[in-house]
């Protein structure tokens, strides 16, 4: 029997990775670089097929900025305002 690789309800995590590289106009590859990390990780990360460890998300929000809160969540997320995504 196979196994998913999208992990369960329980470890489900929503980020808002993509919009904030949008907003800054950074590409998936400029971030996964900055952060030392394979561009394909990112794609897992923002896809939400991978969670991030904790070391990782720090990094994230120091990157933007933003404290992690602001950029993953274990519930979807409102919509925001484009203010909003600025420290």
Partial sequence: MATSARPSDRELLFNRLP?????RGISRSDLAEALGIHYQTMG????GEYAPS??????????FDLPIEAIFSLEPFAPLRADALRA
């Fill in 19 to 23: 919009l904030l590289r949008a907003d």
């Fill in 54 to 63: 904790l070391h990782l998300a720090l990094r994230i929000g120091r990157y």
């Fill in 44 to 47: 897992y990360l923002e896809r």
